[in-house]
């Protein structure tokens, strides 16, 4: 658990969930890539089920076989490359510390029904702003969750061994254990008698290739959001362990460890135009909140339905039977935003369905929204009888797979350095400076921050930076969209800055990373990036092959990218799932 542990005394460990997809060839073949590591994001997401989901698609995005030109990007040498040349890579994800099926596990609440019970009163109080009593009543809520978090987390070892900084050397030692892994595979395939086929130069080949030098591993990893702060801890604490490693939605690490998280909301509201735009484009027939006088005047309209319901809730009677009744149900301004805000993460599934329903809450009705919100709203009765289990027979890990988010806030809490103690007048003030970015989302942002109030365990140890290095064994390609929600590309160019030669990879589309909208050119270029490390232009822009409203805007050429952007498709409508 603790990998600077020097003394003798009582040593804790982890047990950390790796899965891997296997690459299409053995670590014996020439083509053989190595390891890719995919990093979901969060805090507090399993790699594991980000893995199981996204995986293949990625697999496809940067194994060989589909690598092909893609329609208005400049050629270059990832193109074309003979098939012996070609390389299929192992791709893992991996639950991070307490995480989904690593043990041992963190947990606020006593049992499983107690931590729902606190999710469901917390929703109902609505976001901060959403009434004239929701700031006192959620800050004595955080300050309360924060204070018992950290009482209780004092007496689970893992509670100071849960932040980024740890989870590097747990990469270290996994990228490692690869390295062995692929050496005793090959020595396993030589020693098996079957090698008539294999002259003494190829064995000799495959020993080289294959071969693990302890402590000169190098990392390739592909990581989103959150990821991007791990990629980033990584290339700054090993830079020389460096491989291809792309960091896509990228958050402001030093922004980040502060706790202010000041460079995340730029770009914001600058969907909701991007959308009216797309809309206006596709008119009435295609979306709903289609208004004439063009894309002005259909982004004022949804956000003056996205404030409606502040003062003014909306009410729905039951209806119907069986298994198509809905019960009654009642939106509110929290309600209404979340679900915006949700939206944003990724337009291409989301925005027509949310079009659909600010179209029917502009004229009072709010059934299909309510229909969705009781579609996807969590079960308060928990499966298996749980919720009925004694509290001795309710660990933390139980209560962590039931009702997730609390190594979450561990995580976050004991990264942070600017939170723990502030002030109400402060946070205010902090409330305020957040809504001149985004005015409409800025209160929901802030109730990250607001868990960490009081927050007092401080993690064992942690690294400060500088997130930056001079020595990088290779660049870093940084993407991200046009328009991110919460990571703007700015953010992408700052990092870059920090790391010599990396490059900047812009798309030319709103939702959050890349994968958000799919596009031929990007994946391409990510794709020949972890092929031959060839990086793109500076200042080069991809386009979208499909936007919101419109469709498949640029058709792919040709069965292999006709293939490719339907992985693509299938991975942008279900990336915010």
């Not at 040349?85 to 049992?111: A, Y």
């Not at 362990?241 to 995340?264: A, F, K, N, Q, W």
């Not at 206006?280 to 909140?289: Q, R, V």
């Not at 800025?442 to 927050?455: E, G, H």
């Amino acid at each position: 658990m603790d990998w600077n542990q020097t003394d003798v005394g009582e040593t804790h460990r982890v047990q950390l969930a790796v899965a891997r997809l296997p690459a299409k060839v053995p670590v014996t073949d020439s083509r053989y890539g190595g390891l890719l590591w995919l990093q979901s994001g969060g805090p507090g997401e399993s790699g594991i089920d980000f893995m199981l989901s996204y995986a293949r698609g990625v697999q496809t995005i940067i194994d060989a076989d589909l690598q092909t030109s893609v329609n208005g990007c400049p050629r270059n040498s990832g193109e074309g490359l003979e098939s012996n040349h070609r390389k299929f890579f192992d791709v893992i994800g991996i639950d991070s510390r307490g995480l989904n099926n690593s043990t041992p596990c963190f947990s606020c609440f006593p049992s499983a029904s107690s931590k729902k019970l606190w999710d469901l009163e917390s929703a109902a109080e609505g976001l901060l702003g959403s009434s004239d009593h929701s700031f006192p009543n959620l800050w004595a809520r955080m300050q309360a969750l924060s204070q018992g978090c950290s009482a209780k987390a004092a007496n689970n070892p893992l509670s100071i061994h849960v932040n980024t900084a740890p989870q590097i050397a747990d990469m270290v030692a996994i990228i490692e254990q690869h390295g062995r892994w692929r050496e005793q595979e090959a020595q396993k395939y030589l020693s098996s008698g079957n090698l008539d086929n294999l002259s003494g130069k190829e064995i000799s080949q495959i020993l080289e290739r294959t071969k693990w030098t302890r402590g000169e591993e190098k990392l390739n990893f592909w990581g989103f959001s959150y990821g991007t702060v791990i990629g980033a801890h990584f290339a700054a604490m090993q830079p020389h362990r460096i491989g291809r490693v792309v960091l896509d939605g990228v958050v402001d690490t030093p922004d980040y460890m502060l706790g202010t998280r000041l460079h995340s909301l730029y770009d914001t509201d600058t969907i909701i135009d991007r959308q009216a735009e797309h809309c206006d484009l596709a008119g009435p027939d295609h979306c709903p909140l289609y208004m004439a006088g063009g894309p002005r005047v259909i982004a004022q309209n949804v956000r003056s339905v996205l404030k409606s319901l502040k003062d003014d809730p909306l009410g729905v009677p039951g209806s119907g039977e069986g298994r198509e009744a809905l019960a009654p149900d009642l939106i509110t301004h929290s309600n209404l935003i979340g679900s915006a805000f949700n939206a944003l993460y990724a337009p291409i599934q989301s925005f027509s369905p949310l079009a659909s329903i600010l179209s029917d809450i502009s004229n009072r009705n709010g059934t299909s929204f309510a229909i969705q919100k009781q579609k996807f709203q969590p079960q308060f009765f928990l499966p298996n009888n749980n919720a009925l289990l004694s509290l001795e027979e309710q660990n933390d890990c139980l209560i962590q797979r039931l009702v997730p988010g609390d190594t979450r806030t561990a995580i976050i809490c004991t990264d942070v350095n600017a939170t723990a103690g502030i002030s109400r007048a402060d946070f205010t003030d902090y409330i305020s400076t957040l809504r001149t970015q985004s005015p409409l989302f800025a209160d929901l942002f802030a109730q990250v921050r607001m868990k960490c109030i009081d927050w007092r365990l401080r993690p064992k140890w942690r690294f400060d930076g500088p997130f930056a290095s001079s020595a990088i064994a290779f660049p870093l390609l940084l993407v991200g969209t046009r328009a991110d929600p919460v990571t703007p590309i700015r953010n992408a160019h700052t990092v870059a800055s920090r790391f010599p030669s990396s490059v900047v990879l812009e798309l030319d589309a709103e939702g959050h990373s890349s994968l958000s909208a799919p596009s031929l050119c990007m994946a391409r270029y990510v794709g020949a990036y972890f092929q031959t490390g060839e990086l793109p232009i500076e200042g080069t822009v991809c386009e979208a092959n499909e936007k919101p409203f419109l469709g498949v805007v640029k058709k792919a050429q040709g069965k292999k990218e006709e293939r490719l952007l339907e992985v693509l498709r299938q991975i942008s409508w279900h990336w915010n799932d």
